[in-house]
């Protein structure tokens, strides 16, 4: 019996939780994938004595707002792709627990870079950071007009660390599926000193040295992968830049970028790294952050 797997997005009524399901549209309908649109009640405090309003009739009033925008989000989706099964939940828990005990049952998870409510100023508002950090399966935040760069390149991030197997996965999959290149990036000037290690006595790496011996890594890592997709376009760049900004450069070109949820020196109590926290804050295209397995 085959298993149908479920993208869960997060759905609020705002601009940008419907390119949210625009883009977990898309996915759905070329992964074969169900939706699942859940909206999480951010119900207020009781405090009669400074509202003129019962407390009941309140959350009568936010249930319904968010009944009538999964109502609006579901029918986007029939007159989009009618193929795609669609599923609607209200949740009577605040929206970061509603859809992080989704993402438990979730192939992925999809937000819009906003946070919940009135807040839309906000760079990822608070909703998409938790879950983006706390999610068990990987999470999308739709971010910046790259979705709309359909001929543009998916962009992975990679640091050689030797645990990147499900980035890469994900990373070579997603742009074999688009029939687009794929950009490996490698940024190399925070591996001197690691590196450098033991080379106190005797003559210090040069820049073009450690920019050789990081591209020789990079190709390492992705000589398996190379393998298993011989049609795929694969480019490289190795650059002399802090990864984040050399990510956040190539993001600017790109219809999607590839990121573990951790970066080299993570370590297991880390459920976000610095690296994929300033892209999904940042990037100039939709971010795909994908969780290590012991996560």
């Keep these: 019996m085959t298993i149908t797997p479920v993208v869960t997005v997060g759905i609020d009524g705002s601009e940008s939780a419907r390119a949210a399901l625009d883009w977990a549209v898309e996915y759905a309908r070329a992964h074969g994938a169900s939706l699942r649109l859940v909206n999480g009640l951010e119900l207020p405090e009781p405090s009669p004595a400074y509202t003129p309003y019962p407390i009941g009739d309140v959350r009568d009033a936010v249930e319904k707002e968010a009944c009538e925008a999964l109502d609006a989000a579901r029918t986007r989706v029939h007159e989009t792709a009618p193929e795609v099964e669609v599923t609607t939940a209200v949740v009577a828990h605040p929206p970061v627990p509603a859809l992080l005990e989704a993402s438990g049952h979730s192939a992925l998870l999809v937000v819009g870079c906003h946070g919940w409510g009135e807040f839309a100023g906000l760079f ?42 499900a980035t890469l996965e994900t990373a070579f999959g997603e742009a074999a599926r688009r029939r687009v290149p794929l950009v490996a990036v490698s940024a190399w000037s925070d591996v001197t000193l690691e590196n450098a290690a033991g080379a106190i006595v005797g003559a210090w790496p040069t820049w073009d040295r450690l920019r050789e011996e990081a591209g020789h890594r990079l190709e390492a890592t992705l000589r398996p992968w190379r393998d298993k997709y011989p049609s795929l376009h694969v480019g490289t760049m190795v650059v002399r830049d802090r990864p984040a900004a050399a990510l956040l450069d190539r993001s600017a070109e790109a219809q999607l970028l590839v990121v573990g949820s951790r970066g080299r020196g993570g370590f297991a109590g880390m459920r976000l790294g610095s690296v994929p926290r300033r892209l999904v804050h940042h990037a100039h295209c939709p971010v795909l952050v994908v969780r290590h397995a012991e996560e």
Aim: charged share 15%.
């Design 124 to 165: 990822l508002g608070s909703v998409s950071a938790s879950v983006t950090a706390h999610a068990a399966c990987p999470v999308v935040v739709v971010r910046g007009d790259g979705a709309g760069r359909t001929a543009a390149p998916v962009v992975v991030g990679v640091h050689g660390s030797g645990d990147e197997d």
